[in-house]
Every structure is written in structure tokens, then in C-alpha cells.
């Protein structure tokens, strides 16, 4: 007898945790979260994306997408990132190359913060020339910029900066404002150069006569 009510207990037990789960498992909400993010390569449009939520309640469940809502996109301060995508979701724990990921849920005005992976061209390392002391030299870096002697550099100074006067790859944040100036294109400063040389001679020329 003793027997047979120890088997009733461990029912009657056994069905009040089934009975207690089922209820859990019914009070659990779940919540689909949309917005957009940029998605694609160079051609990026935007794109629709969707999160799910869990929660004891509908509230909650809504909070719990919110958290999860995230685009991602390369790091673009990387120069030559091999990771060079943009779409929905968190970056992977191990993405090849460097990823960077935002949140697609504003909380401060409590709205889909859409698309926050916005598109931006990659750093990529060119090629291109300079004229230094008047012959071409080779450069690398992100953007096209050569360096010179301003026009009005005094290059027959006797503390006259060789550096400067022979011009070169790069820009001028090692020179003053006023001493220096940059240009854009391939070769450029190789006038910049002739200009800076010919200034005081076109001046010694006209001062002769």
C-alpha cells in the first residue's frame, strides 16, 4: 500500500511539472523586429531585415529584438580591408578581414535606426608620381598628393629648407602653412618646383633692367 501511494505521489508529480512547463512554455512571447540595412558591395541598396525577440511577455520580447537588431559593414578606416560587404546582422565572431557593426534600434527617439551602415568608399593603397629635385619618384597611399615650395617661399634663404624646395610625395603637415602647399594630381608640384625656383629669378631679371 505504502508502495502504490509512493507511485501516486511521483504521478501526481510528474504531472504537475508537465503541467507547470507547459504553462511556461505557452507565457513565452516572441517578437520579429524589422528594419533595413545597406546591403551588398559598391552597389549597395537597402535591404530588409528582421530580428526575433523572446520574452516572458509581448514587452519583452519587443525589447529583446530591439537589443539584437544590428547592421554591419567594413571598418573603413582599415586601409585595404579585406572585408568589403554590408548587410544585416552583427559581424561574425571571426569575419575575414575587419568588420564593424551598428545598432539598427534608436533608444533615445525609440525608432529603427535604418540603414546606420552607411555606404563609404574603401581605402585602397595607389600608385602614383611626384617630382622630387625635379625628377619623378614613385608613391603610395590612399589619395593622389604631391608637395612643394609655395610661390612665396624664400628659397634663397640662407635657412631655406632643401627638403621642401625638392618637393615630394605626401602633404605639407610637416611645414608651415604659409611655406608649403599640395596638389592633386600626378607630377604636379614639378610645377610648383619651377614656380618656386623662377619667382626670384623672373624678380633678379626684372630688377637688372
Not at 504553462?23 to 549597395?44: M, P
Request: proline share 2%; aromatic share 8%.
Amino acid at each position: 500500500e505504502l508502495k502504490l501511494d509512493t507511485r501516486s505521489t511521483m504521478k501526481l508529480f510528474a504531472a504537475s511539472l508537465l503541467v507547470l512547463f507547459t504553462i511556461g512554455y505557452v507565457q513565452a512571447d516572441t517578437f520579429n523586429y524589422e528594419f533595413t540595412c545597406v546591403s551588398g558591395g559598391s552597389d549597395s541598396t537597402a535591404a530588409a531585415c528582421t530580428v526575433e525577440g523572446e520574452g516572458d511577455t509581448a514587452e519583452l520580447a519587443l525589447a529583446a529584438a530591439k537589443e539584437l537588431a544590428f547592421c554591419n559593414s567594413p571598418d573603413n578606416d582599415v586601409v585595404d580591408n579585406e572585408y568589403a560587404t554590408y548587410g544585416c546582422g552583427a559581424c561574425a565572431s571571426d569575419p575575414v578581414g575587419t568588420c564593424v557593426q551598428c545598432a539598427a534600434y534608436d533608444a533615445t527617439n525609440d525608432t529603427a535606426a535604418n540603414d546606420c551602415n552607411t555606404y563609404a568608399d574603401p581605402l585602397v593603397t595607389i600608385e602614383w608620381k611626384c617630382s622630387k629635385n625635379g625628377t619623378e619618384t614613385n608613391c603610395t597611399g590612399t589619395e593622389i598628393s604631391c608637395f612643394g615650395a609655395s610661390d612665396t617661399y624664400d628659397v634663397e634663404a640662407e635657412d631655406a629648407d632643401a627638403t621642401l624646395i625638392a618637393g615630394g610625395c605626401g602633404g605639407c603637415d610637416d611645414y608651415a602653412a604659409d611655406d608649403c602647399q599640395t596638389c592633386a594630381t600626378e607630377l604636379c608640384n614639378n610645377a610648383v618646383r619651377v614656380a618656386s625656383i623662377m619667382g626670384p629669378l623672373l624678380a633678379l631679371f626684372f630688377w637688372l633692367h
